[in-house]
């Protein structure tokens, strides 16, 4: 993409708030539904009280109907992402920064992790997505209908006081429509090149009477396949070895790998010596670092955005029984389709063959009788000399420098191994809301909640046996009589050899670059050819296929109303109320993906469930455990709006919570002084928590994932275990500010804090091999005080960088957190701009001051060093990636039907605290301090809209207007898939049609 500089962009801003600066206000633009009036009353977020919305006292940011149509309708991913509050979101669906979620969408306020941001629907609870296992639970707002949304509201405040657990870094609030009337229909499609583009869909229809009103609404989204060699920052192309090595000192993180195919093997006389399969780097697509080794980038097989489906509906129906009694009853339904989720064509191995099926203990071996091999030495005689041993006997696969498929491709998908993912979600809520004369009329609301969440995954990965069998001739074919593994001859009849050599590669699976020596090999013996139903058959049914789901169950009852208590600015007003929730977990491995039938690598061949390392018998993921598990929670609160006098109004809030993952009681206290006409101040104290879910209390293991180990220079497992003894984590929050309204300006400035204790996080398995292995030190295999951590790493032989096979953590209440800020909101309205039209113009701006993480301990030692992760990148860290500073700034015009809208947005730069990497020789081809700091990430959007005749707008937008490539960062994609998008310009038309 052209990068062209913003000059002119920023100019054009400048030069309009210039012009405007001076004009006269003008009112709030119109919206399609009707404003409420000044005396109704409303429950802001953040309080159960019933009042006027502009007597909060506590930071609430809203996002209007109308603000986000002038956005150009975008989409809930990307209107979260804009927010400056939020920082380290994903959702951009690329598989490196998924995560396994790919599809899904989260909320990160303040950067303090989305399971501390509580997400509300019309201030009701959502269930979980099921895609979070670990401590890392969120809410899947791509579950929520956009075309239902009338505004978000944003409390970037601690809020457990009144919400409860959760809420300990803020809540957001989708509230949806009123007062539809109609039908209303529209559609995006946006233009992205190297792509097809996404597009969308939606229609709403309500209806009312005098005691009735609802409405429904669908909505539909599809985003299209963007490849990473669609993006040269993301997959520099390369023709030849110097390229190859410019590509990789371009960016030696940028999705490399050591175990490469064509790979290494172990020959020599007797598994004494490696060598390298000729095919590298004949084949293309790799890169020789030596003699014995080459590198496979596996970037290149995988997307940036895969392809995927949204489908949401909500539906709403009220009835008012008389003039204070009203029945709200609603519903929603999403469900995601991750399509052809693009992975490597194999996986590196995490684990290896037993003397079940292999002659050479915890090793894939190779005879000399398989195809693949015999041809390679006939056709390279010089490899077949050096290694006597291969033909006579075989050779070994490199356990960390090889892997089946690779540079070929895979032979069942032809390119890509394809993973898939489907989510789905349900919710259900129902409330009766009234007040009563009697009691001094009070107020109240009781309601009920269910919301149920599934998440089917699945993740194709070779069975570890069925693999070593395949070498060795004896595999079957899918749906096919299976071999006989112990009278059968391999590669005869039912019995079929896998070839994992190039000699079964016809060409380069990403540039079609032939293998010279395809066609011999095929001439010697065409069994070199994979069978695509050979290499079904090594997945088995179900390959890796996990499904998991949330039940949640809520009921709540609220009273409100007036206390007998008048002070000098009126009568103090009270809300009180009860609250259970019910959340269930599940989770169940299909077919070999049961941990319960095949926990162990041979369960596969003869059942055995007696291993001691129970991952499962895949070779490079590790199966989840089966879990039925139900945490209930009971919860009292209550909350006081104290009106001290006329300009000073006071909340008091307190909440007791009780469930598995701890007892708590938190107060809070919030103030609002109107010290002028024009000019409030506000602040608030409290404390916040969140309990540990029932998930994270389990002693048994939770998970694998799986991480890059630059030790190693590929991919390990790492399996996270639960924690009986956690303790629900804490955090005393504070705040103050002040809020300008001055005619046709207004303004808010905020200070924030947060002070955690026990945060519930995971010590990452890169914090526990950095600790054992530091850069530029000795490592601490032989330190006694190391003994603990050493233990929890698993190697093929002795404690070495080069032997890492998996490492074993936990979820733990770690080390203290402070992190404080300041947000700036700023707007100016004119009603006479230039050309007589309608000007607003606006500024929102978030800046983290501190994020001191303290120092971590694990089994005695220290696995992380205190730091501060304000402006850094956060690597495999909690904390996650988090520019100090994160804003946008808008200049809007309006007239006649007409709106044009310029918005500049700013993300800070970062810092990459990776040491090791910026100064490591990379497999000896040259250290490289790219990357060491990551630029900001400075973009302009233009949006226009046209109120045409018969009740239609069209909308055009150009989103990224210079085409800015994200900034280059040391990551498999080159990029911060949390803070940037690899998009470039979109061009996005829209029409809305009204009847």
Known sequence: MKKLSLCASTAVLALTVGVMASSPAWGQSSSTEPAATAVEEVVVTGSFVRGAAEQTALPVQVLGQQEIANQGTPSTVELIKSIPATAGVFGEANTYGAGRVEGQSNINLRGLGPARTLVLLNGRRLPDSSGSTVAGSYIDVNMISPAAIGRVEVLKDGAAATYGSDAIGGVVNFITRSNVRG???????????????????????GAGGEAWDGFVAVSYQHRSQ??????????????????AKAAYLYNPQGGWSTAANPGTYIGGTAFNSNFLDPGCPAVGGELQISATQCLLRFADYANLVEKQNLYQGYAEFNYDFNADTRLHVEGLYGATEVFHIAQSPS????????????????????????????????????????????????????????????AGGNPLYGSAQENRRYAKEYRLAASLRGRSD???????????????????????DFLVDRVELGYRGLASKAGAAPCD??????????????NPFSTGVAANAITGQANPQFAAAVALDPRVVNDPQVVQWLYGEDSQRTKTSNNLLVLDFVLDGELPLKLWGGQ????????????????????????????????????????????????FYGNYPTFDLTQKTHAAFAELQVPVTDDIQMQLAIRHEDSSGGKTTNPKIAVRWQAAPWLAFRGSAGSTFRAAPEVNLSPTQLNTSNIFVPQVGSYRAVEVFGNPDLEPETADTYSVGLIVNAGPFSATLDYWRFDFSDPITIVTGTQILDAIFPAGQPNRCADPAYAGLVSRVTFSGACAPAAILRARTGVMNGSPIKTDGIDLGVDYRLTDGPFGGRVNLGLDGSYTLNYEVSA?????????????????????????????????????????????????????PMDDQRAGIFTSPNNGQGAT??????????????????????????TLGVINVTDEDPPFARLDFSYDPATANPLGRVIKLGVTKRF
């Open 183 to 205: 039908l209303e229909i529209g559609a995006d499609y946006s233009r992205i090149n190297g792509s097809e583009g996404d597009w969308t869909a939606r229609a709403i229809y």
């Open 226 to 243: 963007l490849r990473s060699t669609d993006r040269g920052f993301a997959a520099p192309p390369f023709s030849g070895q110097a390229e």
């Open 347 to 406: 996986y590196g191995p995490n684990q290896f063959p037993t003397t079940l099926v292999s002659p050479v203990p915890n090793q894939y071996f190779i005879p000399a009788s398989n195809p693949g091999l015999r041809t390679l030495l006939a056709l390279n005689p010089s490899v077949a000399a050096a290694n006597p041993i291969a033909a006579t006997t075989g050779v070994l696969a490199h356990p960390f420098f090889s892997r089946p498929f690779g």
């Open 438 to 460: 009697r009691f001094g009329g009070v107020g109240w609301d009781v309601g009920a909640t269910y919301g149920h969440s599934s998440y089917d995954s699945i993740n194709p």
């Open 485 to 498: 593994i112990a009278l059968g001859s391999p590669g005869v009849g039912a019995c079929y050899y896998v």
């Open 572 to 619: 103090v007003a009270w809300a009180a109320g009860y609250q259970y929730r019910e959340a269930t977990y599940k989770t169940r491995g299909l077919g070999f993906s049961s941990n319960d039938q095949f926990p162990c690598i041979d369960s596969v061949i003869n059942g055995s469930t007696g291993c001691a390392a129970r991952n499962g018998p895949y070779s």
């Open 856 to 908: 971590l301990e694990m089994d005695g030692v220290a696995v992380a060093p205190a730091y501060e992760a304000a402006g850094k990148l956060n690597y495999r860290l909690p904390s996650n990636s988090l520019p100090r500073l994160k804003g946008s700034a808008f200049a809007e015009w309006g007239r006649d039907g007409h709106n044009l809208r310029l918005t500049l947005r700013y993300i800070g």
């Open 929 to 954: 301090t790219r990357g060491q700091r990551i630029k900001s990430f400075v973009t302009a959007d233009i949006v226009y809209r046209l109120d045409l005749p018969s009740d239609t707008t069209a």
